[in-house]
Structures are given as C-alpha cells and as structure tokens.
C-alpha cells in the first residue's frame, strides 16, 4: 500500500511540473477549458490544470512583414502589371485571431490581392506609376478595417514594386532617354547662350575702360597744355610787372624795340612794318650817330 501511494505522489508531482507554463515577454497563450474559451495568458507563470484545460494557441504580439508574391492587376487603361507589396500587422486580440478566420495568413494576402486590384482598377497607367502614396493609404484604411474582427491591426502597407508589360518598359525607356537628350540640348545651349553673354559683357566692359583710359590721357593731356600756357603767360605777365616797376625811359624802350625788331628780320620774312615810334627813334640814333663822327 506504501508503494502506492509513493507511485501516486510521483505521478502527482509529474503532472504538476508539466502543467506549469511561463509566457515569455511579446507572447500570448488562448487557453480552453473543456473546450470552450476560458482565458488568454499574458506574460509571466501560469498553471494548467491536467487533462481540462488546453493551450489552443500561442500567439506572438510582435510586428509581422510579410512580402506577398506579384499580383496580376489591370489599369483602367486596360494595361496588365504585375505588382507585389509588402504588409505590416500586428496581432491585437489573440482569443479573435484564434477563432475569427480560418489560415490568417492566407485570408490577408486574398484581402490584399482583391484590394489592390480593385483600387488599381480605378487609376491609369501613368497615375499608378505615379501615386504610390495614394495606393498604400487607401490599402492600408480598407485593410486595418477589414481586419479588426479577426484581432489583427494593419500599420503600413507599401507597394514594393510596379512592373508594367515589356512594350510598355521600352516605350518608357524611349521616352526618358528622349527627355534626357532634350534635357541636355536646352542644358547646352543655355550654356552656349551664357558664355557669348559673358564674352559679350567682357568686350562691352574692354571697350568702356579704353574709351575711359583715351578721355583720361586726353584729359591729362589738356591740362598739361593748359598749365604750359598758364605759366607762360604767369612768366610774360611777371615780366611786364618787373618792367613797369623798374620805370624805363623811352630810350631803352626804343633800344628793346629795335632788338625786337633785328629778331623779327632775322627770320624769312620779305617785308616788314616799322612803327612810326621805331622810326623816330632810329632817325635819333643815327643824328647822334653822326655828331659823335664830326666830334
């Protein structure tokens, strides 16, 4: 009887270590009892009462990225791509993700597929290409809706790629290469436009300093002239106020006039006027001239 109940403590204990559970941190657990919804733990120590309670799943309440395979769309255009994109989900409530929908995973990626195509659908080729930020919106707000009863929360959703049909990549292929050719000619020529403005505006700017530096000299020149005359006629005036001041007689003025007049002979002139006053002082000179002889 001893061993008896040594087997059943035994048994006692085993079942008490294997029926105690610790959550870890980010997890949680949907426990039944008797089959039915009993309880989710959260993180820490919990027991599990033998054989009626059950661990029906195990959840992570991390952040989950899933990149969901390229997905046939038409445009409105009538233009068929192929466009894969990547979601961003968070379990919220894990008893709703137990027991709202059948294979999470795969109702998401249907969810995701009929969203796009139906918002693909309503937008052309160019706009599809060009509103990436439109499109994630838009699925992100029809899928975090979507899947509020099924405990799970949509954060992003983003396009991960745009692959149009082959004919239409080489056609953009063309049409960017001719952009960037047209791009480059106006880059050229407004380059060539600059540089004859520039060497224009250097000739302009050549021409104005020589026509300054010639008007300078001329400038320069005139006043040079000017002061010559100035101090020349300073010289001649000093002259006739020494003259004057000295007070001469009317003989040495004769004398001057006729040294004066020996230069004025002097050159090639073929006729000359004498001043009345010269020749009355030359008669005088020559009267005196003659008394001395007779002396």
């Known amino acids: ?54 661990i029906a799943s195990s959840v992570s309440l991390k952040e989950r990225v899933y990149d969901f395979a390229p997905q046939p769309v038409i445009t409105k255009d009538n233009v068929t791509m192929q466009i894969d994109t990547v979601v961003y989900f968070q379990i919220t409530d894990p008893k709703l993700y137990t027991y709202g929908v059948e294979r999470p995973m795969s109702a998401i990626e249907n969810l995701t597929a009929t969203t796009l195509r139906n918002i693909i659908g309503d937008l052309e080729l160019d706009e599809t290409l060009t509103s990436r930020d439109l499109i994630n919106t838009k699925m992100r707000a029809i899928l975090d809706e979507a899947t509020d009863p099924w405990g799970i929360k949509v954060n992003r959703v983003e396009v991960k790629n745009i692959m149009p049909p082959k004919d239409i990549q080489d056609a953009m292929e063309k049409q960017m290469r ?109 009267a005196l001239t003659e008394v001395a002889k007779k002396d």
């Open 1 to 54: 009887m001893q061993w008896v109940w040594i087997i059943l403590g035994f048994v006692a204990l085993i079942l008490l270590f294997t029926n105690i559970r610790v959550v870890p941190q980010a997890r949680a657990s949907v426990i039944e009892r008797l089959g039915a919804y009993n309880g989710t733990w959260e993180t820490g120590l919990h027991f599990k009462i033998p054989l009626i309670d059950k």
């Open 178 to 286: 001719a952009e960037r050719e047209r791009r480059e000619s106006i880059l050229r020529a407004e380059g060539e436009k600059r540089s004859a403005i520039l060497i224009a505006e250097g000739e302009k700017e050549s021409a104005i300093l020589r026509a300054e530096a010639t008007k300078e000299a001329a400038i320069r020149q005139a006043e040079g002239e000017a002061q010559a005359i100035l101090e020349v006629q300073k010289a001649t005036a000093e002259g006739i106020r020494m003259l004057k001041e000295a007070d001469p007689s009317q003989s040495v003025l004769a004398l001057k006039s006729l040294e004066t007049l020996q230069v004025v002979a002097d050159g090639k002139a073929t006729k000359i006027i004498i001043p009345s006053e010269i020749q009355n002082v030359a008669g005088l000179v020559s």
